[in-house]
């Protein structure tokens, strides 16, 4: 890794030789290790802390540790390359170098045409995110030893629970702004659970999830407003006994007012999660125990 781009491995993965649940959780968005590079150069240096999900690094390190499920820990930040993109969800006009023989204007860079692809480029609110161009380079070289390891790494550790227990889960973990009130009387949602609607995870995987924190009287969406993205896309495939769903957490239930730091409420979120994550655990090995993936293969 260039030490221009960041400091430190782009990510990690912590995995047990004899793994205790059929469950690895992801945080993606979760990295802060950021270069003095990058850091000179921002515009604005509020944009680092809208692109984080702050602390939910350690919100998932909280959970695995309690549970024993596997962790795939993102330090490579957001603003340096989006791993829940894909790879070629590019905005060209941000890059100063050759650019892509053939680009897509379809599905392929459906969100960097917002200013939120690969790299991100510009927040509502705040306008371009960076000083610079980015140098085509550097892309390739944050594709190739970041994106694409992180990918790799995640894909073979879900075949390998698959392989051992039946069926895997993927737990997508990131954390999002409070939700706005349509009106008054609304109570909005401390947790969305998305599974792409439907293509990414058994939904008996879903009604547990939303089971539990409707039992702890949590308020709680299903897909809206965040249904998933590019993790669950290429990693989920039920047919094959790997789920994945994707896991928001609001950050006023764990952050402080500033939603800048862990608060005390921090350690009640993780055992919320930690139970959510053991019955989870309990519904995959079912499934896999029931043998669904020989049936789905049929």
Known sequence: MDAATM???????????????????????????????????????????????????????????????????????????????????????MVRGAKAAKV???????RARSGLGLVPR?????????????????????????????????????????????????IDLHSMPPLRRRHPEEVTAEFVIGDRF????????IACALNHFGEAERPVAHNRPYS???VLDRHGAPLRGIHAMQVEVCRATYLDARLESESARQPAIAKLLSGLVRKLASETAELGSRGQLPQAAE
Not at 39 to 63: K, M, Q
Not at 104 to 110: C, E, I, P, Y
Not at 124 to 147: N, S, Y
């Open 104 to 110: 897509r204007h379809s599905l392929a860079n459906r």
């Open 7 to 93: 400091d430190g491995p782009g990510f990690t993965l912590e995995i047990a030789n004899q793994p205790a649940l059929p469950v690895i959780i992801a945080a993606p968005h979760g990295g802060r290790a950021y270069s003095d590079e990058i850091l000179g150069n921002f515009r604005d240096p509020a944009s680092r802390l809208r692109l984080e999900d702050r602390h939910v690094d350690g919100l998932a390190r909280s959970i695995a540790e309690e549970t024993g499920a596997s962790l795939l820990l993102a330090h490579a930040p957001r603003a340096v390359i989006d791993l829940n993109r894909a790879p070629d969800d590019i905005d060209w006009t």
């Open 122 to 170: 510009r927040l509502p609110g705040l306008g371009e995110i960076w000083k610079r161009p980015l140098e085509r380079t550097d892309l390739d070289e944050r594709i190739e030893t970041i994106h694409r390891p992180y990918h790799q790494a995640l894909g073979k550790t879900l075949e390998q629970l698959r392989d051992h227990w039946g069926a895997a889960l993927l």
């Open 228 to 230: 998933g993205g590019y």
């Open 198 to 205: 439907g293509s990414s995870c058994d939904s008996r995987l």
